[in-house]
């Protein structure tokens, strides 16, 4: 990044109210601009071993290539995309295979997945990398953005046909995800990059935030303070509000001028 701006941030999660345990996880990396949230699935607790073990992959290989440029990759450099983007990726990539292995050799872990967002502030910006319905927003001057699209089947049909808010509501399936890490022995990785501003606020979050709180509840609280510690428990403290039908994460990274 720029050495105008400097990076502050904050992660909370709560298991919400109808879950007995905590199957989501989250890692905040500052001082390698790394910032992570996985929400496991699968019986047995195993979710919570998936989204565990694709935190470890991911911050391993991230480290382990900025301490060692030369190490050798599991994957080919994507010509398309630059070396820092190709990092994220491949960690990504590499997570999905771990669980996957891993699932295939227990047979209690069978069927174990973790849907996967991310953000890497890098010295040229921020990549944002997702697989699932985790999501990252972007709160800017007032004004939310999402920065993820849902690989969600509710997401599929709302592309395919128009949807009344009536059928989006009542949708029987909304809690089915179309990818995720471990699902297969290969996965694709989506990713973007944004420059971000003096002031920016990126919220990465697992649906059990982005699902009972509306974008616009959302907004509404990011508005609400600069302290961004409060601003996590202030998300998951709305979502339990609002039920707190699944386990909680909010990961908050915040963009703002060094002092002079």
């Known amino acids: 990044m720029t050495g105008k701006l400097i990076i502050d941030a904050a992660g909370e999660t709560n298991v919400g109210r109808k879950r007995n345990h905590n199957e989501d996880n989250f890692e905040l990396l500052e001082d390698q601009g790394v910032f992570l ?9 195993s979710g919570e071993v998936a989204s565990q073990l694709s935190i470890d992959t991911i911050k391993a290989f991230l480290t382990d290539t900025t301490d060692d ?43 174990m997945g973790t849907t996967f967002v991310g953000l890497f502030a890098a010295d040229d910006g921020a990549y944002i990398a997702h697989v699932g319905d985790s999501r990252c927003y972007r709160y800017r001057q007032g004004k939310l953005e999402a920065m ?30 179309v990818r995720a890490l471990g699902m297969k022995d290969t996965v ?66 915040r963009w703002s001028a060094a002092p002079s």
Not at 37 to 45: F, L
Not at 85 to 111: C, F, H, P
Not at 199 to 227: H, N, Q, R
């Open 69 to 111: 440029p030369d190490r050798t990759w599991p994957y080919k450099l994507d010509r398309t995309k630059g070396y820092e983007e190709n990092r994220l990726v491949t960690s990504v990539k590499l997570a999905n295979l771990r669980i996957y292995q891993t699932s295939q050799r227990d047979g209690k872990k069978r069927g």
């Open 188 to 253: 694709k990785v989506d990713t973007r990059f944004e420059l971000p501003e003096d002031g920016d606020t990126f919220l990465l979050c697992s649906d059990g935030l982005a699902g009972p709180v509306s974008d616009a509840e959302i907004s509404e609280i990011l508005g609400s303070t600069k302290d961004i510690k409060a601003l996590a428990s202030r998300l998951i403290e709305r979502a339990n509000q609002n039920g707190g039908p699944d386990n909680i994460t909010a990961v908050l990274v």
């Open 148 to 177: 993820t699209e849902d690989h969600s089947l509710l997401n599929d049909y709302i592309k395919m046909k128009r949807l009344t808010p009536e059928e989006i509501e009542n949708f029987p399936h909304k809690n089915v995800i």
């Open 37 to 45: 949230v996985c929400d496991g699935m699968g019986g047995h607790a």
